[in-house]
C-alpha cells in the first residue's frame, strides 16, 4: 500500500512534528496512518469510554464547562492532592509557556537532549538557556551531581529536569530526584517536568509531586493527555506549594479548560482499574518492541521508562529517508530527531505500540536495509508490503534490559 501523496515538506519546518491531521490532510485519499511519533497510550481510554463520550458529544460540545478552579478541585479530589497546591491547564505546554513569563527572569539551566519546549520558550523571550549536554556514550543518562556542578559553574537560576526524559525515557529514582531538588534550595526555581512518569515500572511510587508541595522553589508538571491517551483534549496540570500554584492560578483564565477535559476529570476515578491495565500491557509491549526491534542488525535500542523507544540507526544509515521512507511507502509515522538539540539524524525514537505494528515497522526497516544493500528497489514488491508476514531470519543477539541506565541494547545478526 502506497502513501506516496503525503506532504513531506510538512516534516522539515520546525522543530517539533506534525500532526496526524496535517499529515491525513495532505493525503487526502483516507488511507490510515500507524502513529509510532507522538507519545500516546495505546489502551486507554478503553472503548466503553470513547462510547460514553460519544453519546454525550453534543451537550459537551454545546455547553459551556465549570470554571477552572471547579474542575482542578474535581481533579484534586481523585489524585488525593490539596487543591491550594495545584494549577490546571490547557495542556503542559501551556504551564511551561506561563513559568517562563512569569518565574525565569534570567537563565535556565536544562540538560540535552529533552522535550524542545524547555529550550525554545526561554529563547524565544530572551532568556539564557544553558545547556548540559547528554552523553550518547552514558547511554544519554543524567549524572545528577555533575548537572548540580554545571548549574553552579554557569551560575543559573532556574534548573529543569525531565523524568523520565524524552526522548530517550531515562529514568531518575525518587530518592535522587529530592536529593537533587534539595541541593538547590537557593535557585528561583526548580522543575521536574513528569510528564510520562505514569510509565514508570521501575518504581512503585516515582514521583516527587507530594513532596514538591512542601518545598519553597519546587514545581512537578504533569500532563494528563499523555497519560490518558487523550493529547487532543490538552489538559495537564502542576503541583507546588500553595504561594507558587496561587500564583500560576491566578494567573490563567477562568475558563481554560473546555467540557472535554471537564468530562474526562469526572470519568477517571470510575476506570482506574482499566487505566493501571493499560500502563501494565504498555510495559509489557515495550519489552516486546525491543526485543523484535533487535532483528535488526546493527540497530542500537536504549533502555527506556517512558512509553517510547530511543534507537540510533546502523552505520550508512539516514534517518531523514528512513523516515520518508517508513511513511510514504509503509504508512508508518515515526520521529526523527535531528532537529532535537543534542542529537542527530541518526537518531528515531519509537512510540510504543501493539506487537503487530511493531511488526510491520521492523519489516519496513529491514526492507530499506535490503534497497540500502541494493538487494530490492525501494518500491514495494508483491510480497513487500505493510502487510506482509514477518521475517524469521534475523533475531536480537544481545538487548539489555531495563535498569541497567548505562547498558545499551545494540542488536546484531546472527
Known sequence: MRHGNVDLGLLRTGAHSPSVFALNRSM???TPIVDFCIPCNPYFPTPDMFAALAQNLESILKYYPSDSAEITNKLCGVLGLHQKTVAMANGSTELITWLDHLMIKES??????TFGRWTDQPLET????DMFPLQEA??????????VAFIRSRGSRVAVICNPNNPDGGFLPRREVLRFVDALTDLDLVVVDESFIDFVEAERQPSIAPDAAIRPNVVVLKSLGKNFGLHGIRFGYLVANPQIAGKIAKTLPKWNLNSLAETVVHMIQDYESEYRESLRLLARDRYQMADELGRVPGLTVFPSQGNFLLVKLPPGWSGVDLRDYLLTRRGLFVRECGNKLGMTS??????????????LLVEGMLAYGRYLHGESSPSLS???DRYGTPSTALEP?????YPG?????TATAN
Open 405 to 409: 541506565r548505562r547498558g545499551l541494547a
Open 138 to 147: 552514558d547511554g544519554y543518562a543524567l549524572d545528577l551531581e555533575e548537572y
Open 108 to 113: 535556565v539551566a536544562i540538560p540535552i537532549p
Open 382 to 384: 508483491a510480497g513487500d
Open 28 to 30: 487526502g485519499d483516507g
Open 126 to 129: 530572551g532568556k539564557r538557556v
Open 397 to 401: 543477539d544481545n538487548l539489555i534490559p
Open 346 to 359: 541518526q537518531f528515531l525514537r519509537f512510540v510504543v505500540r501493539p506487537q503487530q505494528d511493531v511488526r
